[in-house]
């Protein structure tokens, strides 16, 4: 069983800053594939970044340049430096862990809410 908990979300002027954090607990491999999907009403969920067992990363077009992931020193915790931010990244963001091709887990979800 696996249990994600993200924090650090919170309210935020554009062009601030916000450090995402997700902590895993009850994993089986100390490098699994994390990341972070984001999601607003009405909305299908976005991938913004993902990070590989191998180290590669991904990023949504929107937030290249912008948003930063990265695995923490335990392995078992992955941050979402968010920089720039714009009103558009508004939304719930939620870290997943992927066991395997058909076993992902997911946290409970953290609000970041810029305002203009």
């Known amino acids: 069983q696996v249990q994600l908990v993200e924090s650090g979300g919170g309210l935020v002027q554009a062009g601030g800053s916000l450090r995402l954090s997700c902590a895993a607990s009850?994993?089986?491999?100390?490098?699994?594939?994390m990341g972070w999907y984001r999601q607003t009403p009405g909305k299908e969920r976005e991938l913004v970044a993902g990070l590989t067992s191998g180290g590669s990363t991904n990023y949504a077009d929107s937030v290249k340049g912008r948003f930063t992931i990265s695995r923490g020193s335990t392995k078992n915790t992955v941050y979402l430096q968010m920089n720039s931010l714009k009103p558009e990244d508004t939304a719930v963001y939620y870290c997943?862990?992927?066991?395997?091709?058909?076993?992902?887990?997911w946290g409970q979800g953290t609000q970041v809410t810029v305002s203009s």
């Open positions: 997943y862990l992927d066991r395997s091709y058909y076993s992902r887990s």
């Open positions: 009850g994993v089986i491999s100390s490098m699994n594939t």
